[in-house]
């Protein structure tokens, strides 16, 4: 007698809340977020971002001429000062007043800030004296610590006129030159702007290019002593920076800056643009880019 095979048990009903199966036998992939929960994400990841890393900033004035010119964009180190309130899209109260993880600058360093007294537009200039550092110009020399600081003439910079240079700040018209002195033309006849350049070595060995166009106003100054937690902050473009020499009623910074007020350091060069570009002629967004300048740092 031939045995029968039990009979195969009987499937059991799909149940109304299995999740459903899928050819390869694996689980069920999760449902994508929706696009607006993607656009949340991705603005949180920029704010954290920009806030802690790094951030664009735009050069608006030639208060850094040589070193910056007008139409530049650098990025900014968030982290080598720490971190405060400043730091956050539009103060949030996220971090403290002062600031944490706090180390101070080196001579020389390129920093964007607050600026006094309002503490509300974003400037950029360089670090000139840190803690415990006297500060003055005599003639327009700089003195560091009773010292002057070596100035050495180099050759003149020459900086072709560009649209983005015959505006201010506000949009409205002015010379492309700091003065008629100094417009000049190259033997092609393109205009250009050339002034006097000097070379300065900070105590330490940092060096870099200053402009000065002769006695002017700022040239003297009584010796300032930077207390602790504070930068003596001057541009490159002496004659025509608003900075720790400059009281506020002139617009200037007042004297030494709060280091709480530092945003981060200058580190490289992404984009550089003449002023000329159009947005309904797209070719111009290449003609009007400074190659040369991009990727430079400081």
Known sequence: MTETPPAAPASPAPSA????????GSKP??????FGVFLI??????????????APFYIPSESMLPRLLVGDYLLLAKWPYGYSRKSLPFGLPLLPESRVLARTPERGDVVVFKAPPTNQDDWIKRVIGIPGDTVQMKDGVLWLNGQPVPKQRVADFVVPVTPNMTTDPDGNPKPPCASPQFDAKLADGAEVCRYPQYRETLPGGKSYNVLDFGPRENDNTDPV??????????????DNSADSRVPFDRGG???PVPQDNLLGRATVMMWSTDGGAEWLKPWTWFTAARWSRIGSGF
């Open 253 to 255: 910074l007042g004297g």
């Open 225 to 238: 002593m930077v207390p602790e937690g504070s930068v003596f902050l001057m541009g490159d473009n002496r």
């Open 17 to 24: 809340t299995a999740a459903p199966a899928l050819d390869d």
């Open 41 to 54: 994400k991705l603005v949180l990841f920029v704010a954290v971002f920009r806030s802690f890393f790094l």
């Open 29 to 34: 992939v999760k449902k994508e977020d929706s």
